[in-house]
């Protein structure tokens, strides 16, 4: 691929597509910046991920699963993964921008949030985290920091970096991978003997549910021993002035016993749940205007110069099928040297695409109005049966 990398009125632009803004955070491998879609005028969120980074604190197969997940779920009140792209030292992932900032930040502005505006997000992170664990996706790491929220009040969860897919549970079924944040784990998660991801989730989303109703968190401690104590002990406190309802929901979310925990579609059943909002939060601040581009990005702080590359075909195949995303690791990557597919020569390879999972329908969509159409330029034979693609 060519290098187009290059200056457009002082801010950089990223292979000639996007024009690269101003910080919006900063994640564990790099920045995150508003850029601007040159062919459509959309801002994005632009993550940039130092793969030395990645590869130092041993998270190779985390990012690139992330980066699976992400491909696999959409959803409404999910970050939408628009593009990837590649260089030697960087990975840069196009997301859908969310202005509103974090619900994180409007707790602590607000304290805590009005019943009927938790309810709001609450069942909106019902609805993505069900999705999720309808596609065998569990996020792990649900807390308000990773919840976002758009112009209209929308809440987007991102930040799959610890979700794990069920395939990658054990022959027993569970998930046995200790992760998450303190204060929002699970005490099965905890306690390491094996965990279903599903009721694991559950428990985070109570635990969301407490601080944005409390705006303090149920189970906290200087010592973080006494507070895991607390956590599996389910030792916490609801505070008076919480609805009867919302008082006899959060125990159900928070009960330590995963096998006894409440379950989506019991929750979605509950008064607390199920009940009218008088109104909708929509009152996100205006989201500060976009300014010019700044001169500095990421990119060019830490002396980036190799050429920025779309993934191909290949990759975004395996993006969707078998996150196989090594290409993302590797220096060459359009070389057809990988393990999945048939290199039948050095530039062709033939890619096998079956749905092991999930609504037939929505599979032969997929197919036919976005697979067969974005592989047109090189699909060479496409004669076989449907969700067939000879690349
Ligand atoms: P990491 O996974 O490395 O912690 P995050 O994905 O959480 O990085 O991103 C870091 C910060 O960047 C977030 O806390 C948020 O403030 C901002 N951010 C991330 N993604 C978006 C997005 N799609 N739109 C707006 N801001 C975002």
Known sequence: MEAVEGEKKGGVVLQGRYEIGRVLGRG??????????????????????????????????????????MKRVSHPNIVELHEVMATRTKIYLALELVRGGELFGRIVRLGR???????????QLISAVDFCHSRGVYHRDLKPENLLLDEAGNLKVVDFGLSALADHARADGLLHTLCGTPGYTAPE????KGYDGAKADLWSCGVILYVLLAGSLPFADDNIVTMYRKVQRGDYRCPTWLSTDARRLIPRLLDPNPSTR?????????????????????SIEPPAADPAPAPACAAQEEGEKDEPETLNAFHLISLSEGFDLS???EGDSANGRREGGMLVA???LVVDVKKDGGDTLEY????????????????????????TAAV
């Open 28 to 69: 564990n491998f790099g920045r995150v910046h508003v850029a601007r879609d040159l062919r459509t005028g959309k801002s994005v969120a632009m993550k940039v991920v130092t793969k030395e980074k990645v590869v130092r604190a041993g998270m190779v197969e985390q990012i690139m699963r992330e980066i699976g997940v």
């Open 113 to 123: 949030v009005r019943e009927d505006v938790a309810r709001h997000y609450f069942r």
């Open 189 to 192: 998660v905890l306690r390491d």
């Open 262 to 282: 409440i379950t989506v579609p019991q929750l979605v059943e509950t008064p607390w749940f199920t009940k009218t909002s008088i109104s909708k939060p929509i």
């Open 327 to 329: 290409p993302l690791f």
């Open 346 to 348: 050095p530039s062709v």
């Open 364 to 387: 032969r969509s997929f197919c036919s109005e976005q697979l067969r159409p974005a592989l047109q330029d090189i699909v060479w034979a496409a004669t076989d049966p449907p969700g």
